[in-house]
């Protein structure tokens, strides 16, 4: 069984910034994309970034400059650097992991954590 941990929410004022993390943990044989997304209130959940296992990032139009996404293979872990935050990035992050577990390659998903920006 694989389990994704995330860490790093919170409440920050428009213009502040966070710094999300999210582990693997479980029998992990390989991961493949990290990723992340978020689902703002009343909101559909929607892409934030992405990170390939090669290093590859891509971004949502809405926060590109502001976020950058990085992974760290040896701790099985995905990073969201998060700068001048505005309050419409207010949302629950989500990360998001393609792993080859015992059971061969499966789409995983954090709990999500809360992220409130005041302005």
């Known amino acids: 069984q694989v389990q994704l941990v995330e860490s790093g929410g919170g409440l920050v004022q428009a213009g502040g910034s966070l710094r999300l993390s999210c582990g693997a943990s479980g029998r992990i044989f390989s991961i493949n994309r990290m990723a992340w997304y978020r689902q703002g209130p009343g909101k559909q959940r929607e892409f934030v970034a992405h990170i390939s296992s090669s290093g590859t990032t891509n971004y949502a139009d809405s926060v590109k400059g502001r976020f950058t996404i990085s992974r760290d293979n040896i701790k099985n872990t995905v990073y969201l650097q998060m700068n001048s935050l505005q309050p419409e990035d207010t949302a629950v992050y989500y990360c998001?992991?393609?792993?080859?577990?015992?059971?061969?390659?499966?789409?995983?998903w954090g709990q999500g954590t809360q992220v409130t920006v005041s302005s």
């Open positions: 998001n992991m393609y792993v080859r577990g015992l059971a061969g390659w499966s789409d995983y």
